[in-house]
């Protein structure tokens, strides 16, 4: 059973980078396979896929955030990270890693963190 | 990429069936069977309760079903109990290799 951890800071300065850690346990995130992936929901009610990183290191991220956005592997520590800059106040989300086979859905998701962007 | 169109919300009473449509284009739903659908409960992770257009994961309800025609997924979950109301979100994979979501539907047991 795969289980993901959120880590990082819950409030961060306009313009700054957003740095978020993802720890996994029961498995290796160096399995073939596997898409570990960064989710954000909105405070609305929406969610918004913000990438993935698999085998290894390839990487895909949303074309209206692919500007900003760097998803890493950390193989040593078992862990993905996620790096968003120069954010704004729409950034603020609960953000979210999971982890899928393929595209067959996201069957392990992490409980989220929320990061509020403000001054 | 456009996100997927969901209604804002549905409801129906215990026992009756509902279905919440996800409607997207030939670049998304429309091109693949790589259509999922999460369980939302405020609070919690999402559940991922359809996956490839309708497959559902162990150890979900087979009150859960999922279709699809063109651009246009469905989810209908049947015999409504109190404990599915939540948000339900849809998602498909796009030809620019990314993935979309749905704006969410929040579903209200009556």
């Known amino acids: 059973q795969v289980q993901l951890q959120e880590s990082g800071p819950g409030l961060v300065k306009p313009s700054q980078t957003l740095s978020l850690t993802c720890t996994v346990s029961g498995d290796s995130v160096s399995s073939g396979g596997y898409y570990w992936t960064w989710i954000r929901q909105y405070p609305g009610k929406g969610l918004e896929w913000i990438g993935y990183v698999y085998n290894g290191g390839t990487t895909s991220y949303n074309p209206s955030l692919k500007s900003r956005v760097t998803i890493s592997l950390h193989t040593s520590k078992n862990q993905l990270s996620l790096e968003v800059n120069s954010v704004t106040a729409a950034d603020t989300a609960v953000y979210y890693c999971a982890s899928s086979i393929a595209f067959s859905g996201y069957d392990y998701w992490g409980q989220g963190t929320v990061v509020n962007v403000s001054s | 990429q456009s996100a997927l169109t969901q209604p804002a919300s549905v409801s129906g009473s215990p026992g009756q069936s509902i279905t919440i449509s996800c409607t997207g284009t030939?670049?998304?739903?429309?091109?693949?069977?790589?259509v999922s659908w999460y369980q939302h409960h405020p609070g919690k992770a999402p559940k991922l309760i359809i996956y490839e257009v309708n497959y559902r994961p162990s150890g979900v309800s087979h009150r859960f079903s999922g279709s699809k025609s063109g651009n246009t997924a469905s989810l209908t979950i049947s015999g409504l109990q109190a404990e599915d109301e939540a948000d339900y979100h849809c998602s498909s994979f796009t030809t620019s290799n990314t993935l979309v979501f749905g704006g969410g539907t929040t579903l209200t047991v009556l």
């Open positions: 030939s670049s998304d739903i429309g091109g693949y069977n790589y």
